[in-house]
């Protein structure tokens, strides 16, 4: 079984950061066998896909509403993935979820909130403009 856990969550005015953080732990478990996303999901609306991430951190992917903006990595050592949001829009708030899963690859897969086996509970992010 794999937890995840996200912080950095919070109340910010349109144009600033934060970076959210997602710890991962579990019983016989690699982090750095499995590929991270971060999901968003506004009130009245569905959970959609902001950025993934491989294993290995070669490869990352993101919604075209958060490119140039958003930026996921990851530690391995750390057991850590990140998710660094600069320049921050209104449009951006929701509850944003991290998700783990050892098979997904490529930008399809790793964009479907389905193919992910592992989620954390959420963090609330409120951009007021």
């Known amino acids: 079984q794999v937890q995840l856990v996200e912080s950095g969550g919070g109340v910010v005015q349109a144009g600033d950061s934060l970076r959210l953080s997602c710890a991962a732990s579990?019983?016989?478990?690699?982090?750095?066998?499995?590929?991270m996303g971060w999901f968003r999901q506004a009130p009245g609306k569905e959970r959609e896909f902001v950025a993934g991430i491989t294993w290995s951190g070669d490869s990352t992917y993101y919604a075209d509403s958060v490119k140039g903006r958003f930026t996921i990595s990851r530690d391995n050592a750390k057991n850590t993935v990140y998710l660094q949001m600069n320049s921050l829009k209104p449009e951006d708030t929701g509850v944003y979820y991290c998700a783990a899963d050892i098979r997904v690859h490529g930008p399809i897969s790793m964009a479907r909130p389905d193919a992910y086996d592992y989620w954390g509970q959420g963090t609330q992010v409120t951009v007021s403009s």
């Open positions: 579990g019983r016989n478990f690699a982090f750095s066998d499995y590929a």
